[in-house]
């Protein structure tokens, strides 16, 4: 059973900077490229959106119009976690930030990628705020 475990969340200033880790174990026969890992945000009171999906087939990213500039997802392999840079951090960032795993192959799409998503974490929280 493939198992999530999201870490680097807290407390920052609007403009300020924190990188999101999510650490994945458990793979059985297949490695981090047999799955897409995406970030989903929830913030109080809203539904679960997503953020952003790497895809385990090729390392692409993907990212919703609202981080476009601002977040990077990246992966790395050797250490099977799946990273978020998040820059210049607005207080609507503000929310508990989720990742999530799909097997390969599927089309990415951020605004509808929720419902592929077989595995979770627990999250983190992000709190953006002077």
């Known amino acids: 059973q493939l198992q999530l475990v999201e870490s680097g969340g807290g407390l920052v200033q609007p403009g300020g900077s924190l990188r999101l880790s999510c650490a994945l174990s458990?793979?059985?026969?297949?490695?981090?490229?047999?799955?897409?890992i995406g970030w989903f945000r929830q913030a109080p009171g809203k539904e679960r959106e997503g953020v952003s999906c790497i895809s385990g087939t090729d390392g692409s990213g993907f990212y919703a119009d609202s981080v476009w500039g601002r977040f990077t997802i990246s992966s790395d392999p050797a250490k099977n976690t799946v990273y978020l840079q998040m820059n210049n951090l607005k207080p609507e960032d503000t929310g508990v930030y989720y990742c999530?795993?799909?097997?390969?192959?599927?089309?990415?799409?951020?605004?509808?990628?929720?419902?592929?998503?077989?595995?979770w974490g627990k999250g983190t929280l992000v709190t953006v705020s002077s």
């Open positions: 458990g793979f059985g026969r297949f490695g981090l490229d047999y799955y897409a």
């Open positions: 999530a795993a799909a097997e390969e192959p599927i089309v990415i799409h951020i605004a509808t990628m929720l419902g592929d998503m077989r595995y």
